[in-house]
């Protein structure tokens, strides 16, 4: 349906509130994700969803999407100090050790394909991932629970804040495509 300027207007006025009540949860959440504030996860997610189709069930095979980044980012990880690998040397600023073991990971996560993963939400979730593990909440965190150097308790750290972010995402994006629908069939009536 072709909107009019002014119900337009309506629709940039729920999302803009929608925006709104995301960065108050945001106040909050950080007390259940480690200190981290990744709200632009959240973010991404919501546009995510749009991509994906505007359906709970797409939604849902996006979280699985994240998910399933996250463990090919854990993979590339433990690759890389795999013998074999992790002697491979840095030529020139390039990580020869990080390429091989991308360049392992990423075909059985292509093939994942054929298990109907959506694999752009597992590049997302990837690079999602690997960015969460330079937060300095994480460090933070990692030092109260006498963690550091717990690789396993830091990737559930930044795998648990992404994954309760990117939720949070998509379900906005899933309100969103509600409130519209209902709003664009009350001006067909």
């Not at 909107?3 to 803009?16: D, R, T, W």
């Not at 709970?56 to 013998?83: E, F, H, Q, R, V």
């Not at 990971?105 to 394909?113: L, N």
């Amino acid at each position: 349906m072709s909107l009019s300027h002014k119900q337009l207007f309506v629709v940039s006025c729920g999302l803009a509130l929608q925006a709104a009540i995301l960065v108050l949860i945001n106040g909050v959440l950080p007390a259940i994700t480690h200190g981290m504030d990744m709200m632009w996860i959240a973010f991404q997610a919501w546009a995510v969803y749009f991509v994906v189709g505007c359906t709970a069930t797409n939604g849902l095979k996006a979280w699985i999407g994240y998910l399933t980044g996250i463990i090919a980012s854990i993979a590339i990880i433990k690759l890389m100090g795999m013998p074999g690998i992790k002697g491979l040397p840095t030529v020139g600023g390039m990580n020869l050790a990080m390429a091989g073991a991308v360049f392992i990971v990423v075909i059985p996560a292509i093939m994942s394909e054929n298990v109907k993963n959506m694999v752009p939400a597992l590049f997302i979730g990837s690079g999602a991932f690997f960015a969460s593990l330079g937060h300095a909440a994480l460090a933070d965190s990692l030092k109260a629970a006498n963690a550091v150097g717990c690789q396993t308790t830091q990737f559930l750290y930044a795998a648990q804040t992404e994954l309760i972010y990117c939720a949070l995402g998509l379900s906005f994006g899933y309100i969103t495509v509600f409130w519209r629908g209902k709003y664009e069939a009350s001006l067909a009536k």
